[in-house]
């Protein structure tokens, strides 16, 4: 069965960074487009990153410039790198995949940005 396993939240300072790292399994992960989304308290969920299987990327205006998202296909994995992390990012954040008109999401990492 598909599994997405989100790792490497924790507390940042302002202007601090960040590795978010998904560990998947259970499908051919090379060929699918992975996604980051984060959900901050009291707001809908929101895209953040997306890297396709041949590695295009894009972003969410509001981290442009700062996150960078890849992906090792050797290791079923996806990454968010994050930089000069704000206040306003914090959140949990979830990586996701829809296969075969199935939604998969992780069970989420804490990210919290506080001095």
């Known amino acids: 069965q598909v599994q997405l396993v989100e790792s490497g939240g924790g507390l940042a300072q302002p202007g601090g960074s960040l590795r978010l790292s998904c560990a998947t399994s259970g499908f051919t992960f090379s060929v699918y487009d992975m996604k980051w989304y984060r959900q901050a308290p009291g707001k809908e969920r929101e895209l953040v990153a997306t890297?396709?299987?041949?590695?295009?990327?894009g972003y969410a205006d509001f981290v442009k410039g700062r996150f960078s998202i890849s992906r090792d296909n050797a290791e079923n994995t996806v990454y968010l790198q994050m930089n000069s992390l704000k206040a306003e990012d914090t959140g949990v954040y979830y990586c996701?995949?829809?296969?075969?008109?199935?939604?998969?999401w992780g069970q989420g990492t804490q990210v919290t940005v506080s001095s």
């Open positions: 996701y995949v829809r296969r075969i008109s199935v939604d998969y």
């Open positions: 890297i396709t299987g041949t590695g295009s990327t």
